[in-house]
């Protein structure tokens, strides 16, 4: 093997395909290699070439390079959905100077001489003690503050203080959502070593039951109640597959606390002590992050940078138990507002996901079939099919591989026939972090959009980072299909995501050949606001908000979530397990309802396996939380399901008159003594509809019926109408891992009597 010993120099040009030299520079010799920076002045269009020339001691040269092409593009540097407006249902923020407290919707923040004196959720102080940073013991402490903007949407201020001989330069920036971002910067103006410098965010017990981290492998992030006692009760070594946690959230059904980073820039940690680490003493939960625990040397500056925001983000969405979406073979719940999700860029000529066979992409675009989408319900199926076969001649016929035509005719006829030709509301589906090699713009931009080091030239479906100049490629396309008919976005793969590039992007390579990952979602939450923006200022709003659904699956990441209407969850697990043995309670309390930031929760079905039996099972976990908004496979519904649904309905459910308390809402007037067992229960006039299911290993029925409030009440089979029971106390059998409907009502003939 060579040795760097070996090389004299490295010399890297940007040159054209006539040789014209636009750029060079001499590389720099570091212990990982040559590495230089060059600065790419402005470009014609055309073909280029990345040249590294390489000179070694003994005389000897090679050459090493990689094309790549340029080109000007007019949706460059668009501002769609830049606008500094703040959108429903967020409130201005707000600065009380006295104090320094900024308050957001639901959220606020002290601001003084620690990181953050308090933390606000519903006007509640959540932090048992200020946020410290504590750098060899000795504590930050800012001495000075500015506020440098106060606007509606946003307030930045600059702080300077310092930690025992460390000057502390930080710059805070507060968005409407509640969301804060800190760039801090350390000085040392002699030699000095850090033993070790942590990050202590201290909260107070009640408020603090569940836990949400991320680490560096999607879906494999934990998502549960944090365990009793005291000491230390979790670190970042108990599970998941790094050290490193770049998100963390801690807090209760509502009210939390999330904190987060990209970058390990600046961190020095030994991989075998945990980086996070939660205790619990004498009434508080400490979390200390160990940025350095390890002993490093500087001398001058060291930048970091890190986000809070505390929840709830925004208020509930009203009315959004009235919404569902209709399966893909066409049916709805009934007596729900009827909600479509096609594949979008089927009906446009963008991508669906990445290089398939079944993937098309053409130019310039056409939003002429979403326009047929919105046309009123009455559509014969000889005007689809005519539709249908003039867009695949006019697109797709004789110019892409063979299966194209097949996979787009079943998808265009689909989304008529089935879904849109019923439904009120039209969601068209794209995928941010996808992209395909068919598009022109990706073989210009691959290297920027793309999480790996090397230029693969395949594009994927999971491998693009939403950076700038994807978002100003997609939005004029989002914008032009709701200008066409569509009444909301849907975001697949908003989950976080690894970028490894050291090169292009911005992971750190700390040791030779030893890689520190970059965690990339602030790149999503900007798309995901300019979106919502976007929506917002095209009049497409469900209810009082933008309408845009994001899948979420082990992902319920705040700051990315905020602008959002909808969270899709569930899609894990896959197989023939019961639904009781894929998520726990504490893994839906924690991602899967969207009390945290304000969404409406939706759940995906297993699409594989779909029996009744699997489908009972979801549904005795589906229904006592009330996730009623639900994506169903091409099986359709069993019967068992459309049986349920159809009582539901009959009740009133999704009525005006109808009150829905799920079985984490304390105001639930029934209460089951079996923890295993919960229960919806459901209120219009007096009578009561009770939907118990078996979340747990077995378990009986054993109801109180006294917060009901009946005088004598009768509780009744709902799919039998067999009457099981009298009085305000209800025991009996639970089949396993299924539900059970009870009708609660006064026994004829009785008078309410009242307490």
């Known amino acids: ?44 269009e055309g073909e280029y070439e990345l040249l590294a020339e390489i000179r070694k001691k003994d005389g000897s040269r090679s050459e ?61 102080n959540i932090l048992a003690e200020p946020v410290s940073l504590e750098i060899n013991q000795e504590n930050l402490q800012f001495s000075a503050w500015s506020f440098t903007e106060t606007a509606p949407d946003r307030i930045r201020a600059e702080a300077t203080g310092s930690a025992g001989k460390l000057a502390v330069q930080a710059d805070y920036e507060i968005d409407y959502d509640g969301m804060i971002w800190i760039k801090m910067q350390l000085t040392a103006q002699e030699q000095t070593q850090i033993d070790d410098m942590t990050l202590t965010i201290p909260l107070k017990d009640e408020y603090i039951r569940l836990l949400h981290s991320t680490s560096a492998q999607t879906r494999q992030h934990p998502a549960q109640f944090l365990p009793e006692g005291d000491g230390v009760i979790w670190n970042s070594l108990t599970d998941a597959p790094s050290n490193f946690r770049p998100y963390l959230w801690v807090g209760e059904l509502y009210k939390g606390l999330s904190w987060f980073t990209e970058s390990q820039k600046g961190w020095n940690y030994d991989p075998k002590k945990p980086v996070v680490e939660i205790i619990r003493q004498k009434g508080t939960v400490r979390l200390c992050i160990h940025m ?89 199926d000889e005007e689809i099919h005519q539709v249908v076969e003039a867009f695949i001649e006019r697109h797709i016929k ?30 068209l589906y794209f995928n941010p972090r996808g992209a395909t090699k068919g598009w022109e713009e990706f073989r210009v931009y691959q290297d920027e959009w793309r999480n790996d080091a090397f230029r693969t030239g395949n594009s994927g479906w999971y491998f693009q980072d939403p950076v700038k100049s994807y978002r100003d490629y997609i939005l004029p396309q989002l914008q032009e299909i709701v200008r066409h008919g569509a009444d909301g976005i849907y975001f697949d793969n908003t989950f976080d995501s690894v970028n490894e590039d050291e090169t292009m992007g911005p992971a750190i390579e700390y040791k030779p050949w030893r890689f520190r990952y970059h965690q990339t979602f602030l790149n999503m939450r900007r798309l995901i606001k300019r979106t919502a923006t976007m929506l917002y200022q095209e009049g497409k709003l469900l209810e009082d908000r933008p309408f845009l659904v994001l899948h979420t699956t082990n992902a319920a990441i705040i700051p990315m979530m905020s602008f959002a209407s909808h969270s899709l969850d569930w899609e894990l697990y896959y197989g023939a397990d019961d639904y009781q043995n894929r998520f726990s309670e504490g893994y839906i309390l924690t991602g899967s309802l969207g009390t945290q930031c304000g969404l409406a929760p939706q759940v995906l079905l297993d699409c594989n396996v779909n029996t009744e039996h699997i489908q009972k099972t979801a549904m005795a976990v589906m229904l006592p939380y009330e996730l009623t908004d639900y994506w169903l496979g091409h099986k359709g519904p069993s019967q068992a399901m459309k049986r349920v649904f159809a009582l539901l309905e009959q009740f009133g459910y999704r009525k005006d008159d109808c009150r829905s308390y799920p079985c984490y809402d304390p105001a639930n007037p029934v209460k089951s003594k079996d923890p295993r067992i919960k229960v919806l229960t459901l209120l219009r006039e007096k009578q009561a509809l009770v939907a118990a299911g078996n979340t747990g290993d077995g378990g009986k029925l054993d109801l109180d019926l006294s917060g009901l409030a009946f005088f004598s009440p009768v509780v009744l089979d709902a799919e039998t109408g067999e009457i099981i029971g009298r009085g305000a106390h209800l025991t009996g059998e639970m089949p396993y891992h299924y539900y059970r409907l009870l009708i609660i009502k006064e026994a004829a003939g009785t008078q309410e009597q009242g307490k």
């Open 398 to 427: 004789g110019k892409f591989p063979e299966g194209v035509e097949k996979t787009y005719r079943s998808h265009l006829g689909h989304a008529k026939r089935n879904a849109a030709r019923n439904a009120a509301r039209l969601l």
């Open 292 to 380: 350095i625990n390890l002993p490093m040397q500087m001398k001058g500056s060291l930048s970091y940078e890190m986000g809070f925001q505390a929840t709830p983000v925004k208020p509930m969405l009203p009315n959004r138990t009235r919404y569902a979406t209709i399966s893909v073979n066409g049916w709805c719940p009934p007596g729900a507002i009827a909600v479509s999700s096609a594949l979008g860029p089927y009906m446009w000529g963008g991508q669906w996901f990445s290089d398939q066979s079944s993937s098309a992409a053409w130019k310039p675009f056409d939003y002429s079939f979403i326009n047929f989408l919105k046309k009123p319900s009455l559509v014969s």
């Open 64 to 124: 090493m390079k990689a094309a790549f092409e340029y080109r000007h593009y007019a949706w460059a540097d668009n501002t769609i959905g830049l606008d500094r407006v703040v959108i429903p249902p967020f409130k201005a923020l707000a600065l009380e100077p006295v104090h320094q407290v900024v308050t957001a919707t639901l959220t606020g923040y002290q601001l003084g001489s620690n990181l953050l004196e308090q933390v606000l959720a519903q006007n509640v």
């Open 1 to 44: 093997m060579e040795k760097l010993s070996d090389y004299q120099g490295v010399l890297y040009k940007i040159v054209d395909q006539s040789g014209k030299i636009y750029s060079s520079q001499e590389a720099n010799l570091s212990e990982f290699g040559y590495h230089a920076q060059l600065s790419i002045p402005e470009l014609p």
